[in-house]
C-alpha cells in the first residue's frame, strides 16, 4: 500500500492507495470513527456496482449504514439535491460522532463533502473515490462545493477529508471515455508539474499505461499534495491547478453540463489558452502541439466549439479568480512549467477564444 500523509496547519489526513482496500474499508473506518453510523453518499450507478461490497465490509464491523444515492451527473450537484441530502441525514439522525462516506466521482465527492462540511456545522468524512479523475484530483485538497445556474462552484468551501482510500482496481469498471476524462486531469498535472510524466504518456501503450496506473495517481497526488500544503485556499500558487478549467468550466456551463464532461472541457481549456499563449510568445513553440497529440491519444478534444463567445466571456468574468477588473490565468512556460498571470477581464477573448 502507498500512502501520502496530507499536512495543514490545522489538521494531517492520510491517503491509502491500494488495489482492494474497497473490499476492507470497515476494518479501516473501524480505526477512523468512534459512531456507530455511517452515511454513504453515493450515486445510483456507482451503488449498483460497488453498494454490496462496501455495505458488507462496513456491516461486518458493526457499523448502522444508511445510503443517501443520488442521481449521476453533474445536474446533481445543485442546492436542490444539496437538501434532499441533508433531508436524508437528518432522518437517519447522523449525529457529529458519525461518519460520512462519499463514494464515487468528483460530482459525489464534491456535493457529499459540501455536506459534511455543513451538516450540524461539520461531519468527520472520508473519500472513497471510484473515478480517475477523482482519484488523481478532487478527493484531496479539500475544495467541496456545489454549482449554481451561473456557474460551477459557486458555493463552496474548505473542508478536507479525515482520510481518502484510493483502489485502482475500481477503475476497470470506467467505460473508455470516462476514463479519459480523468486522463485530463493527470495530462494536466503532466503539464503544469511533470515533463517526465508528460513524456512517459506519450509513449505508453494502452497496457503500458494501466500496468502503471497506481504510480501515476501517486504522482498526480504527490504534485497536488505539495502544492496545497503550500496554499490550502487557493490564494497563490494553487491556482496553478486550474490550468485548462477557466474556459473549462465555461463550456461545461454553456452546453448545460451536458454535451462535454469535466475533463474534455478541461481538455479544450488548456488546448486553446497554450495555442493563445505561444502565439503570444509566452509559451515555448511547439508546446501547443505537443499537446494536442497527447489529448487526442486519449480520444479527448481540443477545438473550441461553436459557442456564443460574449456568454463564454460573461461566464468567465465569474469565475472565483476574478478580481475585480481582473482574473488570474495559467499559462504554461513549456511542458511542466507554469505560471499566473493576471489580465484585464477585455482580454479574457484574446487569451481564450
Given amino acids: 500500500m502507498e500512502s501520502l500523509q496530507v499536512n495543514l496547519k490545522h489538521k494531517t489526513y492520510q491517503v491509502h492507495i491500494k488495489r482492494g482496500i474497497t473490499k476492507e474499508l470497515g476494518k479501516h473506518l473501524r480505526a477512523q470513527c468512534s459512531g456507530e453510523k455511517v452515511a454513504i453518499i453515493t450515486d445510483k450507478n456507482v451503488y449498483h456496482i460497488y453498494g454490496k461490497q462496501v455495505l458488507q465490509t462496513l456491516n461486518s464491523e458493526g457499523f448502522e449504514t444508511h445510503v443517501i444515492a443520488i442521481e449521476p451527473g453533474e445536474k446533481s450537484k445543485t442546492l436542490a439535491t444539496l437538501n434532499d441530502v441533508f433531508g436524508e441525514l437528518v432522518r437517519a439522525k447522523i449525529s457529529r460522532r458519525d461518519l460520512i462516506l462519499t463514494l464515487g466521482g468528483g460530482v459525489v465527492g464534491d456535493l457529499g463533502g459540501f455536506a459534511a462540511a455543513t451538516f450540524l456545522r461539520g461531519i468527520p468524512y472520508v473519500q472513497v473515490?471510484?473515478?480517475?479523475?477523482?482519484?488523481?484530483?478532487?478527493?484531496?485538497?479539500?475544495?467541496?462545493?456545489?454549482?449554481?445556474?451561473?456557474?460551477?462552484?459557486?458555493?463552496?468551501?474548505?473542508?478536507?477529508?479525515?482520510?481518502?482510500?484510493?483502489?485502482?482496481?475500481v477503475l476497470e469498471t470506467l467505460d473508455p471515455r470516462e476514463f479519459n476524462n480523468g486522463m485530463a486531469e493527470v495530462i494536466k498535472y503532466s503539464c503544469i508539474k511533470d515533463r517526465q510524466l508528460f513524456e512517459e504518456l506519450m509513449s505508453f501503450s494502452k497496457d503500458e499505461l494501466t500496468d502503471n496506473i497506481d504510480r501515476i495517481i501517486f504522482k498526480c497526488l504527490t504534485i497536488k499534495k505539495n502544492v496545497v500544503e503550500e496554499d490550502e485556499t487557493d490564494r497563490g500558487s494553487r491556482m496553478m491547478l486550474n490550468f485548462g478549467h477557466t474556459l473549462g468550466h465555461a463550456i461545461e456551463k454553456y452546453f448545460n453540463y451536458s454535451k462535454y464532461a469535466h475533463g474534455e472541457a478541461v481538455a479544450i481549456g488548456m488546448y486553446q489558452v497554450t495555442k493563445n499563449s505561444e502565439s503570444m510568445g509566452l509559451t515555448e513553440h511547439g508546446t501547443s502541439l505537443m499537446l494536442k497529440e497527447l489529448l487526442s491519444k486519449h480520444s479527448l478534444p481540443h477545438q473550441m466549439p461553436e459557442s456564443d463567445a460574449a456568454q463564454i466571456v460573461e461566464t468567465i468574468a465569474l469565475d472565483k479568480k476574478s478580481k475585480g477588473k481582473s482574473i488570474d490565468i495559467v499559462l504554461l512556460s513549456s511542458i511542466g512549467e507554469c505560471f499566473i498571470k493576471n489580465i484585464c477581464k477585455d482580454e479574457v477573448a484574446k487569451y481564450f477564444l
Fill in 129 to 169: 473515490p471510484t473515478s480517475l479523475l477523482a482519484q488523481v484530483d478532487s478527493s484531496i485538497g479539500g475544495k467541496v462545493a456545489v454549482d449554481l445556474p451561473y456557474g460551477k462552484n459557486l458555493i463552496g468551501s474548505f473542508c478536507h477529508p479525515d482520510a481518502v482510500f484510493i483502489d485502482p482496481d
